[in-house]
């Protein structure tokens, strides 16, 4: 899958995507991409960039967007950022474990996954 992310973006936007070469911080198991939703109507709130937005109002830096908007997206990160993620320099959504480059790359597709019960 991480491959045919890499070849279907723009190489000018390739920092949205992992490099296949390198291999993926999801596929070792130590990234999440997340938002936040309102519990009251199930559905995602609004952030300065839309989720999996590949321009820089996805950067957790960016300073556009409502106030609203901004604080939302921090609350997010101050609370990842407490369990110890970090959050990707270029998506405000993609949160990375401690140490993640010390796991080994996994590449099993999910057909060959098997639950544990």
Known sequence: MTK???DATPPEQHKFVADPATGSRH?????????LYDLKTGNAVEM????DEMSERA???YAGGSAEQRSRRDLLRRYMEAEGFSVYEYEW???DYRDWR???IGNQRF???TPTR
Do not use: K, M, Q
């Not at 300065?48 to 989720?51: D, G, R, T």
């Open 4 to 6: 045919i992310f890499w």
């Open 27 to 35: 596929n070792r198991g130590c990234a999440v991409d997340l938002t």
């Open 48 to 51: 300065p960039s839309l989720y």
């Open 59 to 61: 950067y957790p830096t």
């Open 93 to 95: 959504w993609h949160f």
């Open 102 to 104: 010390a796991y080994a």
């Open 111 to 113: 057909e060959e996954l």
